[in-house]
């Protein structure tokens, strides 16, 4: 055999294997920025294994001792809700997002149960801020869960703190409404006179609650919160705007921000008044209120499961398919 020939060989061979070489390098390359992508989310074994005991944790207090749970939540609070907010939010300009409805009302189910705790309020106080707790966190709180896909993620803090705001006020109004007699014998009279409420009081005092938060809210929005984004802060608003691209669909497409902000404000509203209609059956039936969580929790597993899956398998091939329709732009085009 020629000798020419043979070096001729040898030489492409070199050459497209130091190309299956970048190529696989370049592929290599995009895996470990996308396993990057998820430490830098939390994903390590310390942060899962805290994930898996804190839903533990949860599920054998409530079993157990459902009279205790809300004492668990107040603990739990004190990192899901404010460490957040000063450890997280506020370093990153995002405190404002703690305005919105979900998380100001943690806050103030936080300090509702610490004046429970320490029996600082008068029965009657207590009915009502009761009856806004329950209203509240089977309404729009507990909706929020199916809406807005929740997941049941054990590594990334926050989807485990927005997971909690939603369901654990839920899970404690549930262990103190349907079981009054362990709850009476464990606290006294702490909640007492709430009982004696009816669905009209459940639903009167709760959505009006809602009503000052939502005016107050509206009114900040409309007059200060449109022009925070432009000084670098964010708020709730923005961030859903941006991430679902209001200005592409209806029927936000083509208005004015203040515009654009009332919309969205009318249909929370809406929204919300609905779910407090929900919140009186979970009131009256302790079947339907055990069977609304469970279809809640049983939607945030199926969301993080789903998350994993992709995690596992697709993140990966998904990397590799973007590698190749980036070469496959890049390869020069035969002319005729």
Not at 47 to 64: C, D, M, P
Not at 254 to 264: A, C, K, M, V
Not at 295 to 301: D, T
Request: glycine letters at 6%; a positive charge.
């Amino acid at each position: 055999m020629d000798p020419t020939y043979v070096h001729q060989g040898e030489t492409m061979h070199k050459r497209a294997s130091g190309g299956r070489d970048v190529i696989l390098q370049e592929a290599l390359n995009k895996i470990s920025s996308k396993v990057s992508h998820f430490e830098e989310e939390g994903l390590r074994k310390t942060s899962f294994s805290i994930g898996v005991v804190n839903v533990a944790l949860t599920a054998y207090v409530i079993g157990k001792w459902p009279e205790f749970y809300w004492v668990l939540y107040l603990v739990k609070a004190i990192v899901m809700v404010f460490y957040k907010l000063f450890f997280v939010w506020y370093p990153a300009r995002q405190h404002y997002f703690f305005l919105d409805f979900c998380w100001i009302s943690n806050g103030i189910f936080f300090f509702l149960f610490l004046l429970l705790l320490f029996k600082l309020t008068s029965p009657s106080v207590t009915q009502n801020l009761f009856l806004i707790f329950f209203a509240v966190a089977n309404g729009p709180l507990a909706w929020s869960v199916i809406a807005l896909q929740n997941k049941l993620v054990f590594h990334n803090f926050e989807w485990t703190s927005t997971l909690f705001i939603h369901m654990s006020p839920g899970l404690a109004s549930w262990g103190i409404h349907w079981n009054r007699e362990k709850v009476l014998e464990a606290w006294g009279s702490r909640f007492e006179a709430y009982a004696e409420a009816s669905t009209a009081d459940l639903f009167l005092v709760g959505w009006g609650y809602y009503c000052v938060w939502w005016a107050c809210f509206t009114a900040w929005m409309l007059l200060r919160g449109l022009h925070y984004p432009e000084l670098g802060y964010e708020t709730v608003f923005d961030a859903l705007a941006k991430a679902h691209k209001f200005e592409e669909i209806k029927p936000f497409k083509g208005r004015g921000l203040r515009t654009q902000i009332i919309i969205y404000m009318a249909l929370h509203f809406l929204g919300c008044t609905l779910t407090f209609g929900w919140s009186c059956l979970m009131w009256k039936s302790q079947i339907a209120h055990t069977a609304f969580l469970s279809l809640c929790f049983l939607s945030a597993v199926v969301q993080g499961s789903s998350w994993y899956l992709y995690a596992i398998q697709r993140a990966a091939i998904k990397q590799i398919e973007m590698l190749m329709d980036d070469k496959t732009r890049a390869a020069p085009k035969n002319s005729v």
